[in-house]
């Protein structure tokens, strides 16, 4: 009996390897990939008008029409998105690469920001345009591939044995 419980002790103490990335994982973080690739190359543009000192002089004038601070601040939270997803994308990265168990958790958690920062952004843009009565179209593609994302990759990356196998404690 003493023997007994002592194969079972070690047992419960030896850790598992790690699986290999590997299986339906490796798409699924390349598709994670390409979206944040596609995320920071679509960020030039509104960086580039969010440092246009004409544009900023405009805004900050006290007789400024509304419309232009209504695109100030849409092209704004976009930007602050935007660099949220690809600064967490290097965190996801440097998890991935080091197999954290803490990975599957914080890339569903960073699916769910993202898609309350873009529901968010968008009724602010929304509200702003209803509140200088200035019919302002919002972008709503930002907010239609977070929703994508997370209504595929969280269940993924909660369900799948592959990931439960890959991101073990070590």
């Not at 873009?118 to 709503?140: E, K, N, S, V």
């Not at 239609?144 to 196998?165: D, H, K, M, W």
């Amino acid at each position: 009996m003493t023997i007994a419980k002592k194969t079972t002790n070690a047992a419960k103490t030896t850790k598992r390897e790690p699986r290999a990335i590997g299986g339906w994982l490796l798409p699924a973080l390349l598709c994670l990939a390409a979206w944040v690739l596609s995320t920071a190359i679509a960020l030039r543009d509104p960086l580039k008008l969010m440092l246009e000192w004409e544009l900023l002089a405009v805004f900050v004038r006290p007789g400024t029409h509304g419309w232009y601070r209504t695109v100030i601040v849409a092209v704004g939270c976009d930007v602050i998105i935007g660099a949220f997803i690809v600064a967490g994308a290097g965190w996801l990265s440097l998890l991935a690469w080091r197999k954290s168990a803490r990975f599957p958790v914080q890339v569903q958690a960073w699916l769910v920001a993202i898609v309350v920062m873009r529901t968010g952004a968008y009724l602010l843009g929304d509200y702003m345009c209803q509140a200088i009565a200035i019919d302002i179209a919002m972008p709503f593609g930002g907010f239609i591939q977070a929703l994508v994302a997370a209504t595929l990759g969280i269940p993924y990356f909660r369900l799948s044995r592959r990931v439960q196998e890959t991101f073990v404690a070590h």
